[in-house]
């Protein structure tokens, strides 16, 4: 069984920032790639960054510049550092992992999510 936890979100005032950890734990082989992604209400849900196995990490250009993913490998997590936050960042934001269990595998999963909430 695998587990991924989100933690770190909170009220923020406008150009303020947040550090979001994602943690994932259980019976894991290996991790191809861990996500942030979004949801703010009445909104479909929006990749905000990915960070793959090879170390690269991917951002729309909404976020480009202002969010910043980071892995700590010992650890299997992942670190969303969200910098200048908008009212617009304003939503639930999930982390994702996709990941093997044993050597054939593969299984994503998402953590429960956490709310963030920028005020202007």
């Known amino acids: 069984q695998v587990q991924v936890v989100e933690s770190g979100g909170g009220l923020v005032q406008a150009g303020g920032s947040l550090r979001l950890s994602c943690a994932a734990s259980?019976?894991?082989?290996?991790?191809?790639?861990m996500d942030w992604y979004r949801q703010a209400p009445g909104k479909q849900r929006e990749l905000v960054a990915r960070w793959t196995s090879r170390a690269s990490t991917v951002y729309p250009d909404s976020v480009k510049g202002r969010f910043t993913i980071s892995r700590d490998n010992a650890k299997n997590t992942v670190y969303l550092q969200m910098n200048s936050l908008k009212p617009e960042d304003t939503a639930v934001y999930y982390c994702?992992?996709?990941?093997?269990?044993?050597?054939?595998?593969?299984?994503?999963?998402w953590g429960q999510g956490t709310q963030v909430t920028v005020s202007s």
């Open positions: 259980g019976s894991i082989f290996s991790i191809n790639a």
């Open positions: 994702n992992a996709l990941l093997y269990t044993n050597s054939v595998t593969m299984k994503s999963v």
